[in-house]
T-cell receptor, first 109, second 115 residues
Framework: AQRVTQPEKLLSVFKGAPVELKCNYS??????LFWYVQYSRQRLQLLLR??SRESIKGFTADLNKGETSFHLKKPFAQEEDSAMYYC???????????FGQGTRLTINP | GAGVSQSPSNKVTEKGKDVELRCDPI?????LYWYRQSLGQGLEFLIY????????KSGLPSDRFSAERTGGSVSTLTIQRTQQEDSAVYLC?????????????FGEGSWLTVV
């Protein structure tokens, strides 16, 4: 079974400070991992995916299969990063996308 | 259309009534998903349609919930005999096809309030 855990429901950091949103997963095969973001009054949208190994808006995430984690990181938080962040997992093949419970990130000025 | 379209955007209904929520996916997208977003519960998977395959209904919380997708396009989520705990935002999403290479795109959601 696919399972995604985001242990922090709320995270608050000051502008300019580093931020890390935690995500752990459970899946027996090779997963595809994603981070989705929902800004205030906007649709949920893809932020990044692990297979792309990309940095979007200064955020990066590395898949650690040993620790079954896919934490989202940014070295210097900005106020516009305040949003709801969801970690998601898709199994091999034509599998549904399963989300974690989300972390609400607030960046304080 | 340009994106996933959902209707109604807001619905207030009395406990015990049936409701229908509609989703119009992006043209050409074969995969369609329904999720429920509620306070403290995150994004809860409900049902997933992929082409002509049998839908994955494993996330439907009870037999009061059902969904169909006609002609591989528009989908309707039906909740019968609504309860107050059904109050949530119901999100629809679609993707070109399932798999890691295809981003899923979300609609704005249907806010359901059961009074």
């Amino acid at each position: 079974a696919q399972r995604v855990t985001q242990p922090e429901k709320l995270l608050s950091v000051f502008k300019g400070a580093p931020v890390e949103l935690k995500c752990n997963y459970s899946y027996s095969g090779s997963p595809e991992l994603f981070w989705y973001v929902q800004y205030s009054r906007q649709r949920l949208q893809l932020l990044l995916r692990h297979i792309s190994r990309e940095s979007i808006k200064g955020f990066t995430a590395d898949l650690n299969k040993g620790e079954t984690s896919f934490h989202l990181k940014k070295p210097f938080a900005q106020e516009e990063d305040s949003a709801m962040y969801y970690c998601a997992l898709s199994g091999q093949g034509a599998q549904k996308l399963v989300f974690g419970q989300g972390t609400r990130l607030t960046i304080n000025p | 259309g340009a994106g996933v379209s959902q209707s109604p955007s807001n619905k207030v209904t009395e406990k015990g009534k049936d409701v229908e929520l509609r989703c119009d996916p992006i043209s050409g997208h074969t995969a369609l998903y329904w999720y429920r977003q509620s306070l403290g519960q995150g994004l809860e998977f409900l049902i997933y349609f992929q082409g002509n395959s049998a839908p994955d209904k494993s996330g439907l919380p009870s037999d009061r919930f059902s969904a169909e997708r006609t002609g591989g396009s528009v989908s309707t989520l039906t909740i019968q005999r609504t309860q107050q705990e059904d109050s949530a935002v119901y999100l629809c999403a679609s993707s070109l096809s399932p798999g890691s290479g295809n981003t899923i795109y979300f609609g704005e959601g249907s806010w359901l309030t059961v009074v």
